[in-house]
């Protein structure tokens, strides 16, 4: 099957049966190829899963050779949420797109994402009317917690974990992510990564395969 995406695809080595997947969203100038370096290291301890980690459509305003979710050249809030909305229907086609070719359920799909890949994670792990098996978010935020509040569906589990360095997203975010989710009844756990900039350490890297072990039951 094409899909509507172009995405850098990790199948299992021996071709065993896929029963399930994960799909990996890149950070602001990234792309799929940048994020797959996560499912290179956890490939070998997650069998019969693939790995999908697409690009998104839109080239990034300041970096052409990279992608962005959704445009940050205007820091106008509501211009943010309608460009972060129009990137959650693209995405949602693009699951149902994995959904149909792998024969797969929500409860057998993890999303996860870094940096802008993580807002839309949480997004679409709560838009849904179905529960996803769980989100796996690095060095993310809330985009909008009102909207959210508002469109929130369904209640998939989160591990959310953040640099106490990082110059980009402040690490704050991660505290005001994990007080909107208990409030809202989403069972939520947080990690800060001590001495970490923007970016993901091998740290996070084996909290986030552990914790995708025990969800899938592996």
Known sequence: MTFSLNAK?????????????????????????????????????????????PDAKEHCVVNPAGYQWFDLSNEDPKYILEESKKAEIILLKFIGEVKKEYNLKNSEIILSGFSQGCMMSINLGLISSENY????????????????????????????????????????SLLEAKDFLIRNSVEVKTNMIKNCSHHIPVEASSLALNYIKNNLLL
């Open 133 to 172: 098996n769980c989100i796996v978010g690095f060095s993310g935020k809330i985009i909008d917690k009102i909207d959210l509040e508002k469109r929130k569906k369904s209640n998939t589990k989160m591990l959310l974990m953040h640099g106490d360095a990082d110059e980009i997203v402040s690490p704050s």
């Open 9 to 53: 695809i990790i199948e299992p080595d021996n071709k065993e049966n896929i029963d399930n997947a994960i799909i990996l969203l890149h950070g602001y100038g990234g792309d799929g190829q940048d994020i797959s370096m996560l499912a290179l290291g956890w490939k070998r301890f997650l069998k019969n899963t693939v790995f999908l980690c």
